[in-house]
């Protein structure tokens, strides 16, 4: 007997490569293991000296010689086994942070303890995870990695949240000593932070994308939990979005910012990988790049996400709208092939969002009233800056055919009225889409002509919405008035003496406002001459433009009835009318005027 358990115990365990059997030499086997991936030929004496497991399957069956044991459920399957039978027969290995974590599972399953030999298995392996992996936190990724095809054992038996908790620390503990070594004397002899030295605490952030997304978040949120640095977190967090979500190819822009742009055949693990990113994200401004937010919102509706996962993207870009880029809000309208080409709706939410955040920070500042209203304070240049973006980006969706007016006219009041200090890039964007749509009713026209402050165009714009055709009568009116209005603006400005400019010389087109250096009733008086004047300047607009509709009336009507040189004598008649801003070519011609002179002297005695 004493020489038979020699044998054992000198035996070379070799694996048989066809088979994948283990065969001893010298002496036959007397039991075989069944596991997972593989089948064993072993002896009974050096596994039942080490596993209580095996000692107890084995004495259930003393009655009858047991040859086979099944272990199907053997956490790691037959290359766990491997290393657990290695250990039985006294043959020699390395334990390392690779196969750790499997030791102590399979050591736990087969009940490898104390109990039934001294310094087995289940210790060793604890020992070493205690002292060596949870000094070290590439070692602790590297458990982590391993316990992904372990769960639950490897969590029942704390293995990961120990590893878990070490990273955490570790990840701290570097931050602080490099936060450090970045401390200097200015030379006022003050001690500071010196923010030009780059940071070398978050070498961490590469080996935290190797783990599978259900231990990164519990990893992310220990660290959360133990101080980690916001921007810390979201540098881990674009990483991970990078390795997890992006081709290598458009992994980073033309600008260096990460970008994400989803691989075509989603499943459901890119789904979660968003919808975890985005909880994980810290809630402090600024901290994670707005261009990798607006790629998490296309993939989040590309995998058509949870509701809550787009409204807290579309929040979170909300509150720094005004560092976005053109290309940042053009989204692509994935489950709406049949419609607009580009998201509208979701850049609708998103202005909203931008809007109700101003409105709360203007209801939460501790500033004055002209203070908040200043014109370069930081929530008015954002304003300004949003105001800009949505000119572009209306301007760039109205050639699209199928967008309706409802939702153009939606993006276009989502900003406050007193966001544009000038309307030329809205009156673009309007002459886009009028031109797009063409088949668009008269009053619809008028309706979104309305979106337009004609008293903010510029010089430029102006002159073209004089001569634009597309726009509705109404509009070409008012433009040409308030043209007409900066021209008379403009020749008073030029008078030298002051004494000598009319009444209405303190109109102010841009403002509205009178002069400043006028007494409470000589500003009532002025308002009320002005008030005249307009009353009269329209009424007479209003007579020039019936008789323009009647002449009209009248030149369709002949043409329908006279000959060809009547029609021509007739027509070059109603030519000369038509010019009732200059001279009269005719005492014919002269008439309307007259009448409208009549008629001016009239109002004026009535009012």
């Given at each position: 007997?004493?020489?038979?358990?020699?044998?054992?115990?000198?035996?070379?365990?070799?694996?048989?490569?066809?088979?994948?059997?283990?065969?001893?030499?010298?002496?036959?086997?007397?039991?075989?293991?069944?596991?997972?991936?593989?089948?064993?030929?072993?002896?009974?004496?050096?596994?039942?000296?080490?596993?209580?497991?095996?000692?107890?399957?084995?004495?259930?069956?003393?009655?009858?010689?047991?040859?086979?044991?099944?272990?199907?459920?053997?956490?790691?399957?037959?290359?766990?086994?491997?290393?657990?039978?290695?250990?039985?027969?006294?043959?020699?290995?390395?334990?390392?942070?690779?196969?750790?974590?499997?030791?102590?599972?399979?050591?736990?399953?087969?009940?490898?303890?104390?109990?039934?030999?001294?310094?087995?298995?289940?210790?060793?392996?604890?020992?070493?995870?205690?002292?060596?992996?949870?000094?070290?936190?590439?070692?602790?990724?590297?458990?982590?990695?391993?316990?992904?095809?372990?769960?639950?054992?490897?969590?029942?038996?704390?293995?990961?949240?120990?590893?878990?908790?070490?990273?955490?620390?570790?990840?701290?503990?570097?931050?602080?000593?490099?936060?450090?070594?970045?401390?200097?004397?200015?030379?006022?002899?003050?001690?500071?932070?010196?923010?030009?030295?780059?940071?070398?605490?978050?070498?961490?952030?590469?080996?935290?994308?190797?783990?599978?997304?259900?231990?990164?978040?519990?990893?992310?949120?220990?660290?959360?939990?133990?101080?980690?640095?916001?921007?810390?977190?979201?540098?881990?967090?674009?990483?991970?979005?990078?390795?997890?979500?992006?081709?290598?190819?458009?992994?980073?822009?033309?600008?260096?910012?990460?970008?994400?742009?989803?691989?075509?055949?989603?499943?459901?693990?890119?789904?979660?990988?968003?919808?975890?990113?985005?909880?994980?994200?810290?809630?402090?401004?600024?901290?994670?790049?707005?261009?990798?937010?607006?790629?998490?919102?296309?993939?989040?509706?590309?995998?058509?996400?949870?509701?809550?996962?787009?409204?807290?993207?579309?929040?979170?870009?909300?509150?720094?709208?005004?560092?976005?880029?053109?290309?940042?809000?053009?989204?692509?309208?994935?489950?709406?092939?049949?419609?607009?080409?580009?998201?509208?709706?979701?850049?609708?939410?998103?202005?909203?969002?931008?809007?109700?955040?101003?409105?709360?920070?203007?209801?939460?500042?501790?500033?004055?009233?002209?203070?908040?209203?200043?014109?370069?304070?930081?929530?008015?240049?954002?304003?300004?800056?949003?105001?800009?973006?949505?000119?572009?980006?209306?301007?760039?969706?109205?050639?699209?055919?199928?967008?309706?007016?409802?939702?153009?006219?939606?993006?276009?009041?989502?900003?406050?009225?007193?966001?544009?200090?000038?309307?030329?890039?809205?009156?673009?964007?309007?002459?886009?889409?009028?031109?797009?749509?063409?088949?668009?009713?008269?009053?619809?026209?008028?309706?979104?002509?309305?979106?337009?402050?004609?008293?903010?165009?510029?010089?430029?714009?102006?002159?073209?919405?004089?001569?634009?055709?597309?726009?509705?009568?109404?509009?070409?009116?008012?433009?040409?008035?308030?043209?007409?209005?900066?021209?008379?603006?403009?020749?008073?400005?030029?008078?030298?003496?002051?004494?000598?400019?009319?009444?209405?010389?303190?109109?102010?087109?841009?403002?509205?406002?009178?002069?400043?250096?006028?007494?409470?009733?000589?500003?009532?008086?002025?308002?009320?001459r002005e008030n005249r004047e307009l009353k009269l300047e329209l009424a007479r607009m209003r007579m020039r433009l019936n008789d323009l509709e009647k002449d009209h009336?009248?030149?369709?009507?002949?043409?329908?009835?006279?000959?060809?040189?009547?029609?021509?004598?007739?027509?070059?008649?109603?030519?000369?009318?038509?010019?009732?801003?200059?001279?009269?070519?005719?005492?014919?011609?002269?008439?309307?005027?007259?009448?409208?002179?009549?008629?001016?002297?009239?109002?004026?005695?009535?009012?």
């Amino acid at each position: 007997m004493d020489k038979h358990h020699s044998q054992l115990v000198l035996a070379k365990c070799l694996r048989h490569q066809r088979y994948n059997e283990w065969v001893f030499r010298d002496v036959p086997s007397d039991i075989m293991i069944v596991v997972d991936g593989g089948t064993f030929s072993l002896h009974k004496f050096p596994l039942v000296s080490r596993s209580g497991r095996i000692r107890k399957l084995v004495a259930g069956h003393r009655d009858s010689d047991i040859s086979m044991i099944e272990l199907l459920s053997l956490p790691g399957g037959a290359e766990s086994f491997e290393l657990a039978a290695k250990f039985c027969y006294g043959v020699n290995f390395e334990i390392t942070a690779a196969n750790v974590a499997q030791l102590c599972c399979v050591s736990d399953y087969l009940e490898m303890t104390e109990e039934y030999s001294k310094n087995n298995l289940g210790s060793r392996a604890e020992e070493y995870l205690e002292v060596v992996v949870s000094k070290n936190l590439e070692m602790c990724v590297e458990v982590l990695k391993q316990c992904e095809n372990l769960l639950p054992l490897a969590d029942e038996l704390k293995i990961v949240i120990r590893c878990i908790d070490a990273i955490a620390s570790k990840a701290c503990v570097e931050q602080i000593a490099s936060s450090f070594s970045r401390l200097e004397y200015s030379s006022s002899g003050r001690l500071h932070m010196n923010r030009q030295v780059k940071c070398e605490g978050d070498w961490w952030i590469e080996d935290l994308s190797v783990l599978r997304i259900d231990l990164y978040q519990r990893v992310i949120t220990a660290m959360k939990c133990r101080g980690v640095r916001p921007e810390s977190i979201a540098a881990s967090l674009v990483n991970y979005a990078q390795k997890e979500l992006t081709k290598k190819s458009t992994s980073w822009n033309q600008s260096s910012q990460p970008k994400v742009d989803v691989v075509s055949g989603s499943n459901d693990h890119e789904k979660v990988v968003v919808e975890t990113i985005v909880s994980l994200m810290p809630v402090e401004k600024l901290v994670v790049p707005i261009t990798f937010l607006f790629g998490l919102l296309r993939s989040a509706v590309m995998l058509d996400c949870t509701v809550a996962c787009r409204l807290d993207l579309e929040r979170r870009i909300g509150s720094q709208l005004d560092i976005a880029t053109l290309d940042d809000l053009l989204i692509p309208s994935f489950h709406n092939a049949d419609e607009t080409l580009f998201d509208v709706d979701t850049v609708h939410r998103i202005l909203v969002s931008f809007s109700q955040q101003e409105d709360s920070d203007e209801d939460m500042d501790d500033v004055s009233v002209f203070e908040s209203d200043s014109p370069t304070s930081p929530s008015q240049t954002a304003l300004f800056k949003v105001a800009k973006l949505v000119d572009n980006y209306l301007a760039e969706i109205a050639p699209d055919a199928n967008l309706k007016l409802n939702k153009f006219i939606a993006i276009a009041e989502s900003l406050p009225g007193h966001a544009h200090t000038i309307h030329d890039g809205l009156y673009r964007a309007i002459d886009v889409y009028l031109k797009a749509h063409q088949a668009l009713s008269d009053p619809d026209r008028r309706r979104l002509c309305k979106l337009i402050d004609f008293q903010k165009l510029s010089q430029e714009s102006g002159a073209h919405a004089a001569q634009n055709e597309r726009l509705p009568l109404q509009s070409i009116v008012q433009v040409l008035y308030f043209e007409q209005m900066r021209l008379r603006n403009a020749l008073f400005c030029s008078y030298p003496d002051d004494d000598h400019k009319p009444m209405h010389q303190s109109w102010r087109i841009n403002s509205g406002a009178v002069s400043a250096a006028m007494s409470p009733r000589d500003n009532y008086t002025s308002l009320r001459r002005e008030n005249r004047e307009l009353k009269l300047e329209l009424a007479r607009m209003r007579m020039r433009l019936n008789d323009l509709e009647k002449d009209h009336v009248c030149m369709k009507k002949n043409m329908e009835k006279s000959n060809s040189r009547r029609f021509m004598s007739t027509f070059t008649k109603k030519i000369g009318k038509l010019n009732i801003f200059g001279h009269s070519f005719s005492r014919e011609s002269s008439s309307p005027s007259k009448r409208s002179q009549v008629t001016d002297s009239k109002l004026t005695e009535r009012t």
